[in-house]
């Protein structure tokens, strides 16, 4: 993994990104068939399936986080006290589980290497005189600038695996003209004077004809609620802040280097199988709208470039067709580690499966996830 000031150079996928991507998919969709059935869909349901993958330097894959959901909760029932899971779509699921695998491994070596970072001669991962565990995507720092704190082993890539577009900015093509011109009025999007008309507007007919390649601003856009308004903000707008401070979050990054992506890979949808949509937005949405900010004001952070790949398309129970009114997603959210988290919440609720309105503020019903 590169340091925060310098480009990111995501090689293991670079060459063959279909086949990197294909084996992705795999990969991830095998640690979801080895998890027990409770909290997946049933019936006619469907949900979004997001997931970790690391690489090492020799390209193998191991899955380290995986998570599931479409659910967030309304403002109303958000808590003071950190205690429930506001968000529980798959991309944000996946990267608390994510955070918790880090937490684990920084534990497990830090027990392994001694509170210095050093070998003392009876540990069992050592290798060539260095300390070395093979088994660990992350390492110590023993000298120069950020000893003390651990890092990405030199050849380890992380990468990130969802079953479809995320939401916000990323997923504009679905948009229709109407919801197009609501965010001209407010200034959301960018209108080229290619495909205004002779007064400065914008007809019905130019958005349908233009409207994908009108191209969406920095704006923060909030996930879509039914009745009680949400608060949590789009996973477009949260995979973008992550390419500039990183996956680790702002708590992990005092004993972990900033942590980026090497590559995305999105599933193929069923309702648009053309990888433009895939290779084009969500570069757009990601980062390139982040790009306006000065280098200096970012150190120590950068503003990182992942490359986009497009997987194969996803199962059934993944596949949320536009055009299918009578489909139903799955309430529930599970997420899973490599350290042992394996756990089944309640999307529309914040908590874990099975708890009871009236045993809601026991300690029992928070997920592992919650703040």
Known sequence: ????????????????????????????????????????????????????????????????????GTKCIGRSLRSLHGDVVNDSHAEIIARRALMRYLYA???????????DGKDHGSNPFQCDGDVCDRRSPLEPILEGHGEGKYRMRVGWQLHLYISQLPCG????????????????EEEEVEVPSKVKDTEGGVSVDTLRKH????????????KPGCGD??????????????????????????????????SLIVGRSPDNPEDML???????????????????????????????????MPPLEFQ???????TLTCGYSLCWNKSGLHEVNLGTAGRKQGTSAKGARYPSSESSLCK
């Open 211 to 222: 409207g994908d390649d009108l191209p969406i601003i920095a704006s923060i856009r909030r």
């Open 320 to 326: 949320h067709c536009e055009s299918a009114a009578t």
């Open 278 to 312: 895939v290779q084009n937005k969500p570069q757009h949405a990601l980062y390139e709208r982040t790009s306006c900010f000065p280098q200096e004001q970012l150190s120590p952070s950068r503003l990182n470039k992942p490359l986009f790949l497009v997987g194969p």
């Open 105 to 115: 491994e920084i534990q497990r070596l830090k027990m392994s290497y001694g509170n």
């Open 1 to 68: 993994m590169s340091s925060p000031g310098e480009a990111s150079a995501p090689s293991a996928p670079a060459s063959g990104g279909g086949a990197f991507a294909e084996r992705a998919s795999e990969k991830v969709l095998s640690r979801y068939r080895a998890l027990p059935k409770k909290g997946k869909p049933q019936g006619r349901e469907v949900t979004g399936l997001a997931a970790f993958p690391s690489s090492s330097p020799s390209r193998e894959l191991e899955v380290v986080s995986l998570g599931t």
């Open 169 to 184: 900015v990323a997923s504009t093509p679905s948009l229709l003209p109407h919801k197009i011109s609501a965010m001209i």
């Open 229 to 262: 308004t949400t608060l949590s903000v789009s996973c477009s707008d949260k995979i973008a802040r992550w390419n500039i401070v990183g996956v680790q979050g702002s708590l992990l990054s005092y004993f972990l280097e900033l942590v980026y992506l090497s």
